[in-house]
């Protein structure tokens, strides 16, 4: 199953996060709010010019800056 960016998913559509290529500090925190390898994950809404992603993971959501989302690796969910 090819995988993308959480950036790139379009508001209303869902994931499977697949890995999380990030520093020690930002991979704790993102561990914390509950971004796990092989939760499923939905992107809400994007800001426009590029600006912050609000995520739900199950019935936590998250307001996230876009260079974040690209470090997180996702595969489209079924």
């Given amino acids: 199953m090819p995988t993308q960016n959480l950036d790139s998913l379009k508001p209303g559509e869902h994931a499977v996060i697949r890995a999380i290529s990030a520093e020690t500090g930002l ?13 499923r994950i939905e992107l ?11 995520v739900r993971l199950g019935t936590t959501d998250v307001i996230m800056r876009a260079s974040e989302a690209h470090r997180i690796q996702i595969s489209q969910a079924a």
């Fill in 27 to 39: 991979h704790q925190r993102l561990n914390a709010l509950g971004f796990r390898v092989g939760k």
């Fill in 44 to 54: 809400v809404r994007r800001a426009q010019f590029h600006g912050p992603l609000h």
